[in-house]
């Protein structure tokens, strides 16, 4: 196999590359990878693989967040036919991703690897360096009642875009509560609400805590492809372990219910303790592990 550096002329072979491995991928296109930056931002690392035949089988990259008010993370995406994930074409890659980063200090490589990933390769990204920092658990909640909290004093608003000031906050409070976390990357206002829904997207909506004019929680939902599921569940470093996030969090469940949604869905990181704990407290359990992220640190 030949391992060469991406350029523009392999963007369409890449394309077909990742609907094949990814047929549910319904937002891959051309079009859409040259919007990604992957063609015109130097500080991203790309190579395409291919076969003795010249077909493409694999392609990595690896992107760097440059907000300077956020740690530096390079997210490394690996997507390889079979036949690619070999050691001798998995190894010297993941060493050249070392290189772009080695004399960043505080700079975390990471990669994320589904439960679809090929089970080979775990053991390489293991032998390179990286350890595992968690796992994205699947969660389900089945009943017949929504067990609602009370929220006080807390004032709940049911947001779906329009304000500049209200997603102005949404933003500065999710960039504020996630930024120690790391690998959940920041927001900006101008992505809040974009332009083309999602495919598959019908419904979309933020439950708001407000004490008086601060926002102080926030849980946000979605229906997509007839599943209702909960984003994430945020409340300010302030309010934790206090009523906030338990009263937007069941409110949302509610919204999704009163649509004739029974079996609702969601996701927590293996580190979120104070969310598992909250999520059992309402009924929630745990179903599958999806996804397990894998740090290298430099």
């Known amino acids: ?51 003795e035949a010249g077909r493409l089988a694999g392609s990595a990259f690896g992107s760097a967040t440059r907000d300077p ?17 070999r050691e001798d074409i998995v190894s010297p890659l993941l060493a050249q991703m070392a290189e772009a980063d080695r004399q960043r200090p505080g700079t975390w490589q990471v990669i994320n690897l589904s439960d679809k990933a090929p089970p080979e390769l775990t ?16 969660m389900e909640w089945k009943d017949e009642v929504v067990p609602l909290v009370d929220p006080g004093a807390l004032r709940i608003e049911l947001y779906r875009g329009g304000s500049e000031a209200t997603d102005a906050a949404i933003v500065d409070l999710h960039n504020r509560a996630y930024r120690p976390m790391r690998l959940v990357s920041p927001i900006k206002a101008e992505y809040l609400w974009p332009k083309e829904p999602w495919p598959g997207l019908t419904a979309r909506e933020y439950v708001l805590g407000w004490e008086g004019e601060n926002l102080v ?12 599921l909960i984003n994430s569940i945020t409340a300010a470093r302030s309010h934790w372990g206090t009523h ?35 999520q059992y407290r309402h009924g929630w359990r745990r179903v599958s592990e999806n996804a397990r992220n894998y740090v290298r640190r430099f």
């Open 1 to 51: 196999m030949r391992v060469v550096p991406f350029a523009p002329e392999h963007i369409e072979a890449v394309t077909a590359l990742w609907l094949e491995l990814h047929p549910d991928w319904t937002w891959v296109t051309g079009e859409e990878f040259r919007k990604s930056g992957f063609v015109i931002d130097e500080d991203r690392a790309g190579f395409v693989i291919f076969d």
């Open 69 to 85: 008010d956020w740690p530096r993370n390079r997210y490394l995406q690996f997507e390889l036919k079979p036949e690619a994930v």
């Open 123 to 138: 053991p390489m990204i293991l032998a390179a360096g990286f350890e595992q920092f968690d796992a994205s658990t699947r």
């Open 217 to 228: 929680g926030y849980a946000e939902w979605f229906i997509v492809n007839d599943e209702p």
């Open 244 to 278: 906030v996030a338990p009263a937007v969090g069941t409110r949302a469940m509610q919204q999704m219910f009163d649509l004739g949604y029974r079996h609702l869905f969601s996701s927590v990181s293996s580190r979120n303790t104070a969310s598992y704990k909250l």
